[in-house]
């Protein structure tokens, strides 16, 4: 079956940087646009950064632009988040999710396959 497993949540202070990973397995990993969202408590889950399926395209939520990087390795079925200047409003739960199809335009929405998602806490 599909895993999506994340990896490289913690506590940091703002400012600093943080590398998620996620380990896609069950799946052709060059079939899938990849993609990070979060959830902060109270609030409800919101996209942060897509990937298409062949590397091409990207797109990134409004709060993280400039700050956050995705990026993914076939050789490891591996998609990362690079996360620089990490500020208080990025604490949150991240999950991984991963959707079919080979799209130019990298989807926002209606992923198919989820992880359990990894914590990041940022504190001042």
């Known amino acids: 079956q599909v895993q999506l497993v994340e990896s490289g949540g913690g506590l940091v202070q703002a400012g600093d940087s943080l590398r998620l990973s996620c380990a896609a397995s069950?799946?052709?990993?060059?079939?899938?646009?990849m993609g990070w969202f979060r959830q902060a408590p109270g609030k409800e889950r919101e996209f942060v950064a897509g990937?298409?399926?062949?590397?091409?395209?990207?797109a990134y939520g409004d709060s993280v632009k400039g700050r956050f990087t995705i990026s993914r390795d076939y050789l490891k079925n591996t998609v990362y988040l690079q996360m620089n200047s990490l500020r208080l409003d990025d604490t949150a739960v991240y999950y991984c999710?991963?959707?079919?199809?080979?799209?130019?335009?990298?989807?926002?929405?209606?992923?198919?396959?989820w992880g359990q998602g990894t914590q990041v806490t940022v504190s001042s």
């Open positions: 999710a991963a959707r079919a199809g080979r799209d130019w335009d990298v989807p926002r929405g209606n992923y198919d396959y």
């Open positions: 069950g799946l052709t990993f060059n079939n899938y646009n």
């Open positions: 990937i298409n399926w062949i590397g091409g395209s990207t």
